[in-house]
């Protein structure tokens, strides 16, 4: 157990639709990461934060939107569903955001859009 | 832009024997490695870094990796493979630029037959 959290783990629902993937990270962590997993397109990073403010942003779409919250939490927000989207969101957590710091990885949340 | 690549799909072996799964990076400054391993339905779990120092880095659960400057490479590497050892492995890098993020390669199918 790596002490990351993800809620849900699975996700089902229709094109066209919003959805939202929290994440509580490690206890003293302040640095947060969302990745996606597909098969066509492997692991991408999206966008991290640290200490609730945006740090750096990847192959994120429009659609998609993240926060980190005071309490350093942090929701991803999906909409406009596409089927494309279907995948496996992971958030990974690490102590303060730098280039040499492990990130650890909760147990993702499978989303399937219909 | 910093890069790691697998160049095998899958890799097969036999319960007791060594294994060796490879990574090649291509990185501007100093290159920060990392290997992933994902069981089926689970996370990614952190088994090792390399961030200088001994081109040995060793890990979780027995594993290490060899880092090789002048071969731009990071193998992992386990002398005695267990059946309990099959699953996804990732090698990845971290790229600072505006925040930090992971770039992973494609993965490599561990399978260790009994």
Same mark, same amino acid.
Request: hydrophobic fraction near 35%.
């Given at each position: 157990? /790596?002490?990351?959290? %993800?809620?849900?783990?699975?996700?089902?629902?229709?094109? !066209?639709?919003?959805?939202?993937?929290?994440?509580?990270?490690? /206890? !003293? +962590?302040?640095?947060?990461?969302?990745? %996606? %997993? #597909?098969?066509?397109?492997?692991?991408?990073?999206?966008?991290?934060?640290?200490?609730?403010?945006?740090?750096?942003?990847?192959?994120?779409?429009?659609?998609? #939107?993240?926060?980190?919250?005071? +309490?350093?939490? #942090?929701?991803?927000?999906?909409?406009?569903?596409?089927?494309?989207?279907?995948?496996?969101?992971?958030?990974?957590?690490?102590?303060?955001?730098? +280039?040499?710091?492990?990130?650890?990885?909760?147990?993702?949340?499978?989303?399937?859009?219909? | 832009?910093?890069?790691?690549?697998?160049?095998?799909?899958?890799?097969?072996?036999?319960?007791?024997?060594?294994?060796?799964?490879?990574?090649?990076?291509?990185?501007?400054?100093?290159?920060?490695?990392?290997?992933?391993?994902?069981?089926?339905?689970?996370?990614?779990?952190? &088994?090792?870094?390399?961030?200088?120092?001994?081109?040995?880095?060793?890990?979780?659960?027995? *594993?290490?990796?060899?880092?090789?400057?002048?071969?731009?490479? *990071?193998?992992?590497?386990?002398?005695?493979? &267990?059946?309990?050892?099959?699953?996804?492995?990732?090698?990845?890098?971290?790229?600072?630029?505006?925040?930090?993020?992971?770039? *992973?390669?494609?993965?490599?199918? &561990?399978?260790?037959?009994?």
């Amino acid at each position: 157990d /790596s002490g990351v959290t %993800q809620t849900p783990k699975h996700l089902i629902t229709a094109t !066209g639709q919003r959805v939202t993937l929290r994440c509580s990270p490690r /206890s !003293g +962590d302040l640095s947060v990461y969302w990745y %996606q %997993q #597909s098969l066509d397109q492997g692991l991408q990073f999206l966008i991290q934060y640290y200490n609730g403010e945006e740090r750096a942003k990847g192959n994120i779409l429009e659609r998609f #939107s993240a926060q980190q919250f005071p +309490d350093l939490h #942090s929701e991803l927000n999906l909409s406009s569903l596409e089927l494309g989207d279907s995948a496996l969101y992971f958030c990974a957590s690490s102590v303060d955001g730098g +280039d040499t710091d492990t990130q650890y990885f909760g147990p993702g949340t499978r989303l399937t859009v219909l | 832009a910093q890069s790691v690549a697998q160049p095998e799909d899958q890799v097969n072996v036999a319960e007791g024997n060594p294994l060796t799964v490879k990574c090649t990076y291509s990185v501007s400054g100093n290159p920060y490695l990392f290997w992933y391993v994902q069981y089926p339905n689970r996370g990614l779990q952190f &088994l090792l870094k390399y961030i200088t120092g001994d081109n040995l880095v060793k890990g979780s659960y027995g *594993f290490e990796a060899e880092f090789n400057k002048s071969q731009t490479s *990071f193998h992992l590497k386990k002398p005695s493979a &267990l059946v309990s050892d099959s699953a996804l492995y990732f090698c990845a890098v971290s790229y600072m630029e505006y925040g930090n993020k992971l770039v *992973f390669g494609a993965g490599t199918i &561990l399978r260790v037959k009994s």
